[in-house]
Structures are given as structure tokens and as C-alpha cells.
């Protein structure tokens, strides 16, 4: 019936539109609303991505155990694990942890790798050349180039979640820079199953990073604050990373402490993610792999949900990878060992 | 007789004053936090710019994803309802509707009369909305408003393979980083962005004539992008795209006064 008011649309073409902000007083354009628009937008997001500090970065670490000698070693075998986010290294001596590091991944992979490994390395005197065998791992495992095999960060993490947490888990959550994964494996720490998110940020460590970011708070601090809580507030609502950031600065605008927010972004991440958990099943023992195991924010809420707790290992979550890269490192030199003798 | 239609958006809130003498305001306003206030800023500013007082507005019709904050006790309309109002007022041969506002991407079918048959949307991930262009526009430190014109000049068709709109950012860097021409880039994220729209407009079907509305019709990358993935030679945008929903919460307001 609106079309029987053809008059109603009359000068809809030629009345100019008016644009404000609701910031200020005054007009801001009265010219055409595409151009207006695209302005006003480049302006607001323009103040908000400014920052200098890199907060939502995780410190790079390595440490050696100096009570091992390597040159009594009978076999020396690297793990390399490069990541989108971070890359790790990980040297074995006999099958045995000796060094390990976990540094940036920059715009290289073969660089990242090299670095992640002189970095393991730098207060021994162990190098490159005296690894006889070193294997890659993680998204740009194609890019190592002095690894003499490639092996899936699902077979890794598994292998390395059994070292690390032994052998009766059979539940691994991995959750990395830009993809988790759920991986179910046996009492050799082999994978029997796996479901991985890889298509968006929201559950990953990248969503975590973003809030990091937008709020000016340093990544390691994040689950210690997020647990300052009274009451535990409702999920932000937004699945999607982009969404989420609006909500969470529209939560800060609206009075909400800093800690509320961080809590209620960590819940919406732990239910992210053991939604995709619930899809394969947890078993016990249950064991996480990666950053975001280092957020007890994140993890506390997982336990709480799943109704279990996660095993606890002295390791570094992050190295799981690499250090499973090193194990088979050390299986396939064995093999090789005993092929020619 | 005095109506408005206000349509509360994720990004901007727009307003259009009517009467039998036709359109007398188009108002748009950026709001801050206080979504009540900004609306009321906004309808205020409105019948400024139209000569109206506001005991003279017969009634008020509010659409968007904001449409409760709105003033003035108004009868509220989903944003389907209302872009299938306004469209088929300014151009009467479409039937499928493509709405691409700030956060939201929506396909309308829609009959002869501007009633809604059928409609798809996604407000859940960022994949394919305004707030993915603005983005990758960031990201490839191009003005949004040059961003599209940019995309035709590309030379070559350049696969991405993210579509999370965080993923893609760290996409778009790597291939700056890999000397591939910003043209191409950009055009990149148009057809991505446009297979979304597109794959989800498929679900309503998609029944010509096909018109374009919300900001994004602004862009003409994206109109030659979504051109291309839908096979279609015409596509039609009427003039102020992103006013629809609010013309067309008027056009209601406006048969509802009279009823």
C-alpha cells in the first residue's frame, strides 16, 4: 500500500543528508553520506589502534639444565616448533630434556627456527652441526631448513603432552596462537582422534592477544586479574574476536572494573573451547598444551565447566610441540642407529 | 501528517523525516556509548533540519540492531521488514535484497508488494560485514573510501584463504610482505567478502531484480565483486544505500498513522 504514496519518496534523491557525532556539538558534513561515513569511521579507529608497548606478547624464555653434559650424550636430537605467534626449540640428550626456548615468530620461518634453537643453546657450547638429528614441527614446519623430517603438531603435542604429564592422559587441549585443537591419544602418547578450530580467532590465542592489547595489560597478568572477582559475570556475548573487543570496550565505557572484564572474557573463551572438547569427549587424565595453558584465568574456567581438573606439568606448556618433535627426533635416530649396526 | 523512521545501527544511527510532502530530513549520527541519549540527539536533530516540532510527530517507527534504545515510545520493526519497505518504494522491480550494514549481512527476499518472504542473516562473525572492509582497509593502509576503486585496478586474481577477519589482517600482511600489489590485495578481499554475502543470500535463493543497500553499496569494488560471484549484469543500488531501513521504518510509520 505504499505505493499509493509516491509522493512520500519525493526528493529522496537530491535532500542532502546531515552527519553528526554524538561527541560533539556540532555538524560534521553535509556532503554525501558514503564519504562521510568512511571519514568519521577512519577517525574513531584511528585513536583506538595506537599502542607502543607490546603487551600482548609473551616474554621469549629459554632455560638449559647445566647438571647434563651433552659431549657424554650417545644421541643429541632438536625438536623445532615453529608457530604462527611463537616458535620453540627443544634439545634432547638421550631422550632427555637438556635445553629448550620460546621466542617470536618473525616474518621468516627459517629464521625463527634458527633463532628458537641458538636461543635453547646459547650458554652451552653445543651447536647446530653436532644435532645429527633435528625434526620440524608447527605451521611453518616446511620452512626448517636443517630439519631431516616434518611431522604434524598433532602427532607432537600428543607425543610431548605424554612426556611431559606421563602416560595415563588421554585427553590433550591444545590451544596455540591461531588454531586449537582437541586431541584424544594413547598411553604411548599416540593420536587416536583430533578436531581442530583453525577458521576463527575466537578460542585461540590471537582473540586473547586482542583484548591484551585493547586493554594495555601485559598477556601473563590477564588470568591472575581475571580471577580478582567476586561474582563470576556472564560470557561477552559476541563469538566473534571483532565483536568481542567492541563489547568489552563497551562493558569498560559502562563502569565495569577491568578485572569483570578480563572474567567475563575468559569465560567466554573456556566455553569456546570446551564446546569444541565436548564434540570429541573428554577422558582422563586431561592435559593443556600450549600459550593459553599459561592463562589460569582461561584454564580455571575449563576445569570448572568440564568438572575435572587439567594435570599439572613443571614444563613449559608452549614447548609441547617441539619437545615431541625432539622425541621422535630421538625414536627415528635410534632406528637409524640400529639400522646400520 | 509528520512521521519518522529511525533504523539504530551498529555503527551509525539514521533518520529520515516524512510527510505527504515528501522526505524532509536525512539525518545520520555517529553514536557514543549512551545509545538512548545519541538516538534522542539524532530524532532532535532531525526535526531540526526538517522544520518540525516534536508534538508534531504523528508517530515513530524503529528499526536496527538498537531499535529499543529508541525515543519517543516507538512501534519497533525488524530490519528485513524495513529494508523490504523502503527498497521496493524507491525501486519497485527488486525482489532479493542484499543488506551489508557495519556488523551485519542480511539477503531479503521480497514480493511485488515489499512484503518479506524469506531471509538470511549473519551478525555473528565479522566475516562479510562492513566492519571486515574497514579492516582490511586498515591493514593495507588504504582509506576505505579509496579501498574499492583501488580493487579494479587489479591484475590478477590472488586466493585468501581466511575468513575470520583476524586471521585475514595477518593474510594481508603477509602478502604486503610478499611484494604482491595492493590492487590485488584489495581485490582479494572484495571477492571474499562477497562469496559470503553471496553463499548466504543462496540460501533464500535468489530471484532478479537484486538490489544492494547499506554502507557497503558505497564501495565500488564490492557492487563489481558481488556482481561477479552472482553472475548478475545489473545490480541495482538506489541513491543514499545506507538510508533504507530508515525510509522504509518511515514508509511504515507513515501506513500505520494513516490507519
Known amino acids: 500500500m505504499i505505493l499509493d504514496f509516491p509522493q512520500l519518496i519525493s526528493q529522496w534523491e537530491t535532500l542532502p543528508v546531515h552527519v553528526f557525532t554524538a561527541h560533539e556539538k556540532g555538524e560534521i558534513l553535509t556532503i ?17 589502534s595506537g599502542a607502543v608497548t607490546e603487551h600482548w606478547k609473551w616474554p621469549e624464555q629459554s632455560n638449559v639444565d647445566l647438571s647434563m653434559d651433552w659431549k657424554k650424550a650417545a644421541r643429541i636430537t632438536a625438536g623445532i616448533d615453529v608457530g ?13 630434556l637438556y635445553a629448550w626456548s620460546s621466542v617470536r615468530t618473525g616474518s621468516s620461518s627459517p629464521d625463527s627456527a634458527l633463532k628458537a634453537l641458538n636461543q635453547a643453546l646459547k650458554n652451552t657450547d653445543l651447536t647446530l652441526e653436532k644435532i645429527p638429528y633435528v625434526v620440524g614441527t608447527g605451521y611453518g614446519r616446511v620452512n626448517v631448513p636443517f630439519a631431516k623430517k616434518t611431522i604434524t603438531e598433532i602427532a607432537c603435542h600428543a607425543r610431548g603432552a605424554n612426556y611431559m604429564g606421563g602416560g595415563t592422559i588421554r585427553t590433550i587441549l591444545d590451544m596455540g596462537g591461531q588454531d586449537c585443537k582437541a586431541i584424544h591419544c594413547d598411553e604411548k602418547g599416540k593420536v587416536t582422534n583430533f578436531l581442530m578450530n583453525d577458521k576463527c580467532a575466537a578460542g585461540t590465542g590471537r582473540g586473547m592477544e586482542v583484548l591484551a592489547d585493547l586493554l594495555r595489560i601485559p598477556i601473563q597478568e590477564i588470568g591472575p586479574l581475571s580471577l580478582k572477582v567476586e561474582e563470576e559475570p556472564p560470557p561477552v556475548s559476541s ?12 562493558l569498560l565505557k559502562s563502569g565495569w572494573p577491568v578485572e569483570k572484564v578480563l572474567a567475563s572474557y575468559c569465560l567466554a573463551m573456556a566455553e569456546r573451547v570446551t564446546a569444541l572438547l565436548n564434540r570429541i569427549g573428554v577422558e582422563k ?6 600459550g593459553i595453558a599459561k592463562n589460569i584465568g582461561v584454564v580455571k574456567r575449563i576445569e570448572r565447566i568440564l568438572g575435572i581438573s587439567a594435570l599439572n606439568s613443571a614444563l613449559d606448556s608452549q614447548i609441547a610441540g617441539a619437545l615431541g618433535a625432539a622425541l621422535f627426533a630421538n625414536a627415528l635416530l635410534e632406528k637409524e642407529e640400529r639400522g646400520k649396526s | 501528517m509528520v512521521v519518522a523512521g529511525m533504523d539504530l545501527g551498529a555503527k551509525a544511527i539514521k533518520v529520515v523525516i516524512l510527510s505527504e510532502k515528501g522526505v524532509s530530513a536525512k539525518v545520520k549520527l555517529f553514536p557514543d556509548l549512551d545509545m538512548a541519549q545519541s538516538a534522542r540527539k539524532a530524532l532532535e536533530e532531525a526535526l531540526v533540519q526538517s522544520g518540525t516540532e516534536l508534538h508534531e510527530l504523528k508517530r515513530i517507527v524503529a528499526t536496527g540492531t538498537g531499535r529499543s534504545a529508541a525515543p519517543g515510545k516507538p512501534a519497533l520493526v525488524t530490519e528485513p521488514l524495513a529494508d523490504a519497505k523502503g527498497i521496493i518504494a524507491l525501486l519497485p522491480l527488486t525482489r532479493t535484497v542484499i543488506d ?12 511485488p508488494q515489499g512484503e518479506v518472504v524469506d531471509f538470511a542473516v549473519n551478525e555473528k562473525c565479522a566475516a562479510g560485514s562492513g566492519a571486515f572492509m574497514e579492516s582490511m582497509a586498515r591493514s593495507l593502509e588504504l582509506k576505505i573510501e579509496d579501498f574499492g576503486e583501488i580493487s579494479l585496478k587489479a591484475t590478477q586474481a590472488v586466493p585468501m584463504n581466511a575468513q575470520c577477519t583476524v586471521f585475514a589482517e595477518s593474510e594481508v600482511v603477509s602478502l604486503i610482505h610478499a611484494n604482491t600489489p595492493k590492487s590485488d590485495i584489495s581485490r582479494a578481499v572484495h571477492d571474499a567478502t562477497a562469496s559470503r554475502i553471496a553463499a548466504m543470500t543462496r540460501r533464500v535463493g535468489i530471484e532478479k531484480e537484486v538490489a544492494l543497500i547499506g554502507g557497503v553499496a558505497y564501495n565500488p569494488g564490492f557492487v563489481e565483486a558481488l556482481k561477479r560471484t552472482l553472475s548478475l549484469e545489473t545490480l541495482l543500488i538506489p541513491d543514499h544505500p545506507d538510508f533504507i531501513g530508515a525510509l522504509g521504518a518511515a514508509l511504515i510509520a507513515y501506513e500505520q498513522a494513516v490507519n
Do not use: N, P, Y
Open chain 1, 285 to 290: 587424565d586431561f592435559f593443556i598444551t600450549g
Open chain 2, 100 to 111: 551489508v550494514g557495519a556488523e551485519e549481512g542480511r539477503g531479503v527476499k521480497i514480493t
Open chain 1, 84 to 96: 604462527s605467534v611463537s616458535s620453540q626449540a627443544v634439545v634432547l640428550l638421550d631422550g632427555k
Open chain 1, 32 to 48: 554525501g553520506a558514503g564519504t562521510a561515513s568512511g571519514a568519521v569511521s577512519g577517525a574513531i579507529q584511528g585513536t583506538a
Open chain 1, 239 to 250: 563469538v566473534c574476536v571483532v565483536f568481542a573487543k567492541t563489547e568489552a570496550i563497551g
